[in-house]
Structure formats: structure tokens, C-alpha cells
């Protein structure tokens, strides 16, 4: 992963990606019912479009990253081509562009 993307940084804190730990929680919450099913596809290939599909498990399933990790490890799927820091950056990358989407806001 770049050091930064499109202004956001490699490790930062959901406040670092312009949400507050309520709101993304709440953005969770709202996926993981099938909420904004449409629009978190969006994001996360805006986000990182290589591994959009595991950033859309982890956020409409619940997945961990150490849920899907097993899954590789049975060879039930492929390894995802990132790193552990890169992938939850990109997922919070990803929550952080539907946010604004649900705004109305131009998301990257």
C-alpha cells in the first residue's frame, strides 16, 4: 500500500478518514443488515478495487481478517494480495467514501 491514497493515510484512526468510531460503527451495523449494499460495492473498488470482494466480506459479513486468512490457509479460497495494515486501511478508506456517498458528498 501507498503511503498515502488520495490524501489518507496508511494507519490512521477512523477520525483520520473523517469518521467518528459512533459513526462507523453505525455504518457496520447499517452493511451487515444489507444496507447500502449497492453503494459499499462502489466504495470498495473505489477504495482498493484489488480487494474489493474481501472488503466487502469483512464489512457485510462481519469477517475478520483472520476468518478469511483460515479460509486460505484450506485452500477454499485465494490469498488476499495485500498485507493486514493495508487491508484494514482500505476497509476504513472504504467506509469512509460511503459515508460521504450517503451524504451526498463527492466521495474521493
Known sequence: MRAKRNGYGVQES???YGLGKNRAKALLKECRTGKH???LRVAARQAEPHIAKWII???A???SLHD???KWELGETEIMPCCR???YSYRKLTLSILDRMLRGKDAV
Request: charged share 20%.
Open 14 to 16: 477512523y477520525a483520520g
Open 68 to 70: 478469511m486468512e483460515i
Open 85 to 87: 495494515n493495508s487491508f
Open 57 to 59: 466480506a469483512s464489512i
Open 61 to 63: 459479513e462481519g469477517k
Open 37 to 39: 449494499a449497492d453503494l
